[in-house]
């Protein structure tokens, strides 16, 4: 079974402070991504990355910054947190080079910033 | 981008059927995707659409029509444990990687 792990189920920051939002993937996949979820719109993809070192804006990148320094490992950075990044980010890994391309998801980092 | 359409709840009884409805607007379709998320979980997999027509597994059946931009997912013999959030998504064909979402559609079945 393909496992996403994220670093904390719960989190909660200050106002400026910088977050890092770890995720890794066990099935050597080469696509990740970063989506947070938000009552009534759904998940909206905040930016993905196809390999290592390589990365790509989603529809809402502004705020938010990603490093992928090995391939089973994708991080979020918020750099200076603000109370309207108060969320549940979810990351996700796919297969590339299969016809469907289901994305796996971890169990979500529900972040709180006050 | 894709503006992606499903109804934001539907209640339901132990036993019974419910369709749930996605209509869609894309430039290049490539396949459609239906997760269920269960509260506080991860979404997870149910199905995949790219053909016109229907998918069934199971309990569960997806149908596709690509020249009205819509799909249903379909539940029959509902049991509690399928109370959950059920998301619609959309492959386009101008960027394999990405999955645009509709809100969700909060489907709650009843004793």
């Known amino acids: 079974d393909v496992k996403v792990t994220q670093s904390s189920r719960y989190l909660v920051k200050r106002t400026g402070e910088k977050v890092f939002l770890e995720c890794v993937q066990d099935?050597?996949?080469?696509?990740m991504f970063w989506y947070r979820q938000d009552p009534g719109l759904g998940l909206r993809l905040i930016y993905f990355?196809?390999?290592?070192?390589?990365?790509e804006k989603g529809d809402i990148p502004e705020g938010y910054s990603v490093s992928r320094e090995k391939k089973e490992r994708f991080s979020l950075i918020l750099e200076s947190a603000s109370t309207n990044q108060t969320s549940m980010y979810l990351c996700?890994?796919?297969?590339?080079?299969?016809?469907?391309?289901?994305?796996?998801f971890g169990p979500g980092t529900r972040l709180t910033v006050t | 981008g894709q503006n992606i359409d499903q109804p934001t709840e539907m209640t339901a009884t132990e036993g019974a059927i419910v369709q749930i409805n996605c209509t869609y607007q894309?430039?290049?379709?490539?396949?459609l995707f239906w997760y269920q998320q269960h509260a506080g979980e991860a979404p997870t997999f149910l199905s995949y659409?790219?053909?016109?027509g229907l998918e069934e597994k199971g309990r569960f059946s997806s149908f596709l029509s690509r020249s009205k931009g819509y799909s249903y997912l379909l539940l029959k013999e509902l049991q509690m444990k399928d109370s959950a959030s059920y998301l619609c998504?959309?492959?386009?064909?101008?960027?394999?990687?990405?999955?645009?979402f509709g809100a969700g559609t909060t489907v709650t079945v009843r004793a």
């Open positions: 659409n790219v053909l016109d």
């Open positions: 894309t430039s290049g379709f490539n396949g």
């Open positions: 998504a959309v492959r386009d064909r101008s960027n394999d990687y990405k999955l645009s």
């Open positions: 099935m050597d996949h080469e696509n």
């Open positions: 996700a890994s796919s297969e590339r080079g299969r016809l469907v391309y289901e994305q796996y």
């Open positions: 990355s196809y390999d290592v070192k390589m990365k």
